[in-house]
């Protein structure tokens, strides 16, 4: 199993950034796919999730309305398209499998978004 | 503030055990399953117990998870320096419709 993200870096407040993580080494359809982030100096925080289908997803309140989550699964990947961006979304992005106890068995090795001016 | 409370710190000599709480409620903890994650900084998290108490696969028996009622607690005996690392818990809240993580617990191995 395999995770990569990509598509991190510095954008303005108020800017676009969209994140993709690819995978491998798995049905990617049968999984629910998570993002999840970790600002500097604090903890992880649950960002948005999928679901294997596409038709289900969630996000946390601090980012509802701002981010869309999506996902591809003819070409194994999903996204997280981020609009709106201000200095409290920088952070490492995660993208992680959940398994089927709702637990993060795999996890990418992480993209970092920077928001500021 | 988050929905699930653990302690900013615990501490411990090399061989002795310690104790990680998780304290959340009915629309969490209560009624889902609970993940607990290791993460040491500059790498990717790894999950060390899913399902409150089972062990992935390469998980060593030193690490245990217990549940009781809206709290979880997490295990680690023969501490080793190598065990130094932030500890959270996560688990679905059905109430938020959202997934959730305790603040995270450091580990010093003193």
């Known amino acids: 199993v395999q995770l990569v993200e990509s598509g991190g870096g510095l954008v303005k407040p108020g800017g676009s950034l969209r994140l993709s993580c690819a995978a491998s080494?798995?049905?990617?359809?049968?999984?629910?796919m998570n993002w999840v982030r970790q600002a500097p100096g604090k903890g992880l925080e649950w960002v948005s999730s999928?679901?294997?289908?596409?038709?289900?997803?969630y996000y946390a309140d601090s980012v509802r309305g701002r981010f869309t989550i999506s996902r591809d699964n003819a070409k194994n990947s999903f996204y997280l398209q981020m609009n709106s961006l201000r200095a409290e979304d920088t952070a490492v992005y995660y993208c992680?499998?959940?398994?089927?106890?709702?637990?993060?068995?795999?996890w990418g090795q992480g993209t970092l978004v920077t928001v500021s001016s | 503030q988050s929905v699930l409370t653990q302690p900013p710190s615990v501490s411990a000599a090399p061989g002795q055990k310690v104790t990680i709480s998780c304290s959340g409620s009915?629309?969490?903890?209560?009624?889902?399953?609970v993940s607990w994650y290791q993460h040491l900084p500059g790498t990717t998290p790894k999950l060390l117990i899913y399902?409150?108490?089972k062990r992935p696969s390469g998980i060593p028996d030193r690490f245990s998870g217990s549940k009781s009622g809206t709290s979880v607690t997490l295990g680690i005996t023969g501490l080793q320096t190598g065990d130094e690392a932030d500890y959270y818990c996560?688990?679905?809240?059905?109430?938020?419709?959202?997934?959730?993580f305790g603040g995270g617990t450091k580990l010093t191995v003193l």
């Open positions: 992680a499998r959940e398994a089927d106890s709702e637990e993060f068995d795999y």
């Open positions: 080494g798995f049905t990617f359809s049968y999984y629910n």
């Open positions: 999928i679901s294997g289908s596409g038709i289900y997803f």
């Open positions: 009915s629309s969490n903890i209560g009624n889902n399953y």
């Open positions: 399902e409150n108490n």
């Open positions: 996560g688990v679905w809240d059905n109430s938020l419709s959202a997934g959730v």
